[in-house]
Nanobody, 119 residues
Framework: QVQLVESGGGVVQSGGSLRLSCVASGTIFSPYDMGWYRQISGKQRELVATSTRDGFTNYADFVEGRFTLSRDTAKNTVSLQMNSLKPEDTAVYYC?????????????WGQGTQVTVSS
């Protein structure tokens, strides 16, 4: 089992910045992906950014260079620096750890942290 503890989030004005952090603990097998998804009210959960087992970082199109994902594999942490936030970024953000120990993979999720961007 992998436990994910998130921190950060909150309320910010349009154009502001927030930083989300996540630390994984428990039984962790490499390789794994780790990143952030979000769920806007009434919509499906969607990828924001992820650091893959192959060493790549993938961003959703809507990020448009505003967010930066950082990963520390030694510490099993991932952080998302979000700049130039927009009201449409308002959502619950979830940390994700994708383990490939179980074929094809298994997703672990954090409890979610609310990000609210006011206009």
């Amino acid at each position: 089992q992998v436990q994910l503890v998130e921190s950060g989030g909150g309320v910010v004005q349009s154009g502001g910045s927030l930083r989300l952090s996540c630390v994984a603990s428990g039984t962790i097998f490499s390789p794994y992906d780790m990143g952030w998804y979000r769920q806007i009210s009434g919509k499906q959960r969607e990828l924001v950014a992820t650091s893959t087992r192959d060493g790549f970082t993938n961003y959703a199109d809507f990020v448009e260079g505003r967010f930066t994902l950082s990963r520390d594999t030694a510490k099993n942490t991932v952080s998302l620096q979000m700049n130039s936030l927009k009201p449409e970024d308002t959502a619950v953000y979830y940390c994700n750890h994708r383990s490939y120990f179980r074929y094809p993979y298994y997703d672990y999720w954090g409890q979610g942290t609310q990000v609210t961007v006011s206009s």
